[in-house]
Every structure is written in C-alpha cells, then in structure tokens.
C-alpha cells in the first residue's frame, strides 16, 4: 500500500495577541532588573536580570509563528515545540480523540498510553479539567477539523 504524504501543521504556541500586557510587564520588569545589574553587579541582580532575560525569551519564542509544529504520518504524531523539544507518539499510544472543553476552551483531547504518555509533552500538556492530554492550540482549524484529520489518519495507518 502506498503512503500518504505526511500533513505538517504549524503554529505558535501563544497568540501575540492574547500575551501583549504580559509580555510588556516582562519586559518592564526585565529592563528593571538588567539596569539594576549593571549598576550594582553582584551575585544575585545579575542572577535575577538573566532569570528576566530568559523569560522573555521564552515567551518571545512560543509568540513565535512555527514554534509549535504537528507532523501526522502513517506511523503517529511528531510534536515539535520551540524548534527543539520532539516527542513521537506512535499510533498505537493514542487512544480516544475528541473534542472537549478544557481549560483554555474548545480544544482536541488526545488519550496517549505508554512510554508515550508518561512524562511531560510539550503542546500536548495534561489538561487539568479534563484529565487527559489537549493540544494547546488546533493549528487555525476548527477543534472538529483537527479531530477528523487525527481519526481519519489514524484510521488508514492502522487498516
């Protein structure tokens, strides 16, 4: 049987939209603390000022387009988050998907089971309100979109 192409979605992991108080409130705290260091180096202003510098880094890179990438192939799913964390899950770990309202509303919840499901997924965290593990974003689909592209996929690697 021929394979299908792999489908490659891509998004960031935050809106820019939704973080731009915060990410100004980062970035006032961390010019503070960088000011500071500078004008009284010791141990602990610079240790803070680093702290506040990688924060916004942090957060600069999830507002970044493409720092959150799906890859759905005949054997499962590729997460790549911030261009360097990848975690493979294989089909056979994923159990029920479906749509659910979680924490940060509609969104598509994936069971995944063994050595994948163990440990932390970045863009695929444990939702606390439904228990089980939700996309952080649907990659500009609807939640129902993403949800039928997983079984439909998922359904003709496993025939």
Aim: aromatic share 8%.
């Amino acid at each position: 049987m021929p394979s299908v192409p792999p489908i490659r979605l891509r998004d960031a992991i935050v809106d820019p939209r939704d973080m731009v108080r915060e990410y100004l409130v980062l970035t006032a705290v961390a010019a503070i603390c960088v000011v500071v260091a500078l004008g009284n180096p010791t141990f602990l202003s610079v240790g803070f000022a680093v702290v506040a510098v990688a924060f916004i880094t942090v957060a600069g890179a999830a507002a970044t387009p493409g720092s959150l990438r799906l890859t759905i192939d005949d054997t499962g799913l590729t997460i790549r988050t911030f261009f360097v964390f990848v975690r493979r899950i294989r089909w056979s770990d994923v159990g029920e998907i479906d749509v659910a309202e979680g924490w940060q509303g509609e969104t598509v919840a994936v069971e995944v089971s063994g050595e994948a499901g163990e440990g932390t997924i970045f863009g695929l965290p444990i939702d606390p309100s439904l228990g089980r593990r939700a996309f952080v974003t649907t990659f500009g689909m609807a939640p129902s979109e993403l949800r039928t592209l997983l079984r439909d996929r998922r359904g003709a690697a496993m025939r």
